[in-house]
């Protein structure tokens, strides 16, 4: 069993949708969670990252995390097109700094 | 502007060729690793350096070598490469691999062994 699981979708939603992803994991040390975009033929780039249980807002991003249901979640408001991308959960234990990512979850927002 | 670069982008050789990818960053890290990112699987750390001169496995680390002279640069050494290791593979770059740094990542190198 991996220690992160996303689904892969693909998922596709009109512009100006809500878009909900997220990620479930095993590894009770996780403490630091973190959300990366990764546009075709490029590489990741962090969006969001938040530390233990609770909720970080951003513009129309938005990262939950439940430390108790061991689940980590990311809304994204009045989606737009430049959206479009590969969203990957990742995290970060401190017993050794490790960063484990999900396999990640492709998202179209279509005009 | 701060980045990291890999190269090249893309890559076909044949199986049993050495190869080697290049990676620099320009912003004075200490910490930088490789990735490789299959369909299905997310991204696996193939290796890490702290520091210069010091290197150590990640989750993949068989098939691969690497090492660290520089602090600028970090390069991916296959000695003998196979077709499963047809992959994309990330360099990243952090300040000094603390569990709240953000890690930056190059633009990847798409790598086929036939």
């Known amino acids: 069993q991996k220690e992160v699981e996303q689904d892969p979708g693909p998922l596709s939603v009109p512009e100006g949708a809500i878009v909900s992803l997220n990620c479930t994991y095993s590894n009770s040390a996780f403490q630091y969670f973190m959300w990366y975009r990764q546009y075709s033929r490029k590489g990741p780039e962090l969006l969001m990252y938040?530390?233990?249980?609770g909720n970080k807002e951003d513009g129309r991003f938005t990262a939950q995390v439940d430390k108790s249901s061991k689940y980590i979640s990311l809304f994204i408001r009045d989606s737009q097109p430049s959206d479009s991308a590969t969203y990957l959960c990742?995290?970060?234990?401190?017993?050794?700094?490790?960063?484990?990512f999900g396999a990640g979850t492709t998202v179209t927002v279509r005009a | 502007e701060a980045q990291v670069t890999q190269n090249p982008r893309y890559l076909i050789t044949v199986t049993g060729k050495k190869l080697t990818v290049t990676c620099s960053q320009n912003?004075?890290?200490?910490?930088m690793s490789w990735y490789r990112q299959d369909p299905g699987l997310g991204l696996r750390q193939i290796y890490y350096?702290?520091?210069?001169?010091?290197?150590d496995k990640g989750d993949v680390p068989e098939g691969y070598k690497v090492s660290r002279k520089e602090k600028r640069n970090f390069p991916l050494i296959l000695e003998s490469p196979s077709p499963n290791q047809t992959s994309l593979y990330f360099c990243?770059?952090?300040?000094?691999?603390?569990?709240?740094?953000?890690?930056?990542f190059g633009p990847g190198t798409r790598l086929t062994v036939l």
């Open positions: 990742a995290m970060v234990s401190l017993t050794d700094y490790k960063l484990s």
């Open positions: 350096s702290m520091n210069v001169e010091v290197t």
């Open positions: 912003m004075n890290h200490e910490y």
């Open positions: 938040t530390y233990s249980s």
């Open positions: 990243a770059s952090s300040l000094s691999g603390g569990a709240t740094d953000t890690q930056y």
